[in-house]
């Protein structure tokens, strides 16, 4: 199991992203989270099998329908045991 902090810079707010990350993350297999940020960025915890963060991370360099990523930044993590699915957080 791998982890990888990810902030998504762009437009993305407002577009539906949060909620499209969910299922994809949700269809791939990936535990973790995702969230906006007050500087108009969205930042998400993929963790899972290699291949699976590595199919939500392709498909955040995307995004939904509307969105315009720019920049994506990728940094590993240490996986969290205490998270099973995927989920939505409040703003940081």
Same mark, same amino acid.
Do not use: C, F, I
């Given at each position: 199991m791998i982890a990888r902090r990810v902030v998504i810079r762009g437009r993305v707010q407002g577009v539906g992203f949060r909620y499209a990350l969910i299922d994809a993350a949700t269809a791939a297999g990936v535990? #973790?989270?995702v969230r906006n940020r007050r500087?108009?960025?969205? !930042?998400?915890?993929?963790? #899972? #099998? !290699?291949?699976?963060?590595?199919a939500a991370i392709a498909w955040s360099r995307?995004?939904?329908p509307g969105a315009r990523v720019e920049a994506l930044d990728v940094a590993d993590g240490t996986p969290d045991a205490a998270l099973v699915a995927f989920e939505l957080r409040a703003t940081a």
């Open positions: 535990a #973790g989270w500087d108009g960025s969205v !930042e998400a915890w993929l963790q #899972g #099998g !290699e291949a699976a963060v590595a995307r995004g939904p």
